[in-house]
């Protein structure tokens, strides 16, 4: 990113935060054994995606740091008739960005719940940018589409 100071052209990188809650659900296990309670759900999904993303680079993303110290919460969630208790563990990246469309696999996500930018202050968009920007995420959300079209047909 590109950022004018005065007559200055200085590149620096965005600094963001994002709030990515992972969902766990109840197993219930084969005759008396094996059931696993929402909450150690949610914490094996929480888990197997920190280390996913410790060890899967991901383009013009620096993980900075991984806030594990959340606590996992419960939401009781309607499907038709039906309620059932959900649990959630939530995490809190601190990234570091080149393009803020290095975002948008993640933005695109389910689990993705808040973002906030921590530097810098104001940023201005050319126009080239802001149209990469709105095609790489229409392009984003239609490959999350058909991902979701290919889980659910079988």
Same mark, same amino acid.
Do not use: C, W
């Given at each position: 990113?590109?950022?004018?100071?005065?007559?200055e052209?200085?590149?620096?990188?965005?600094?963001?935060?994002?709030?990515?809650?992972?969902?766990?659900?109840?197993k219930?296990?084969?005759?008396?054994?094996?059931?696993?309670?929402?909450?150690? &759900?949610?914490?094996?999904?929480?888990?197997?995606? #920190?280390?996913?993303?410790?060890?899967?680079?991901?383009?013009?993303?620096?993980?900075?740091? #991984?806030?594990?110290?959340?606590?996992?919460?419960? #939401?009781?969630?309607?499907?038709?008739?039906?309620?059932?208790?959900?649990?959630?563990?939530?995490?809190?990246?601190?990234?570091?960005?080149?393009?803020i469309?290095?975002?948008?696999?993640l933005?695109?996500?389910?689990?993705?719940r808040?973002?906030?930018?921590?530097?810098?202050?104001?940023?201005?968009?050319?126009?080239?940018? &802001?149209?990469?920007?709105?095609?790489?995420?229409?392009?984003?959300?239609?490959?999350?589409?058909?991902?979701?079209?290919?889980?659910?047909?079988?």
């Amino acid at each position: 990113m590109k950022i004018r100071i005065g007559n200055e052209l200085l590149t620096e990188h965005i600094r963001v935060r994002i709030r990515v809650d992972f969902r766990g659900e109840s197993k219930n296990g084969r005759f008396f054994f094996g059931g696993k309670s929402k909450e150690i &759900m949610a914490e094996t999904m929480r888990e197997q995606q #920190v280390a996913l993303l410790r060890n899967v680079p991901l383009q013009g993303i620096i993980i900075e740091d #991984v806030d594990l110290s959340l606590d996992v919460y419960t #939401v009781s969630e309607e499907n038709g008739r039906r309620h059932h208790e959900v649990a959630y563990a939530p995490i809190i990246l601190t990234l570091r960005i080149e393009n803020i469309d290095d975002l948008l696999p993640l933005l695109i996500k389910p689990e993705f719940r808040k973002i906030e930018f921590l530097s810098p202050e104001n940023i201005s968009l050319h126009r080239l940018d &802001m149209e990469r920007l709105l095609f790489r995420l229409s392009q984003s959300f239609q490959q999350e589409l058909r991902m979701l079209e290919q889980k659910y047909s079988r």
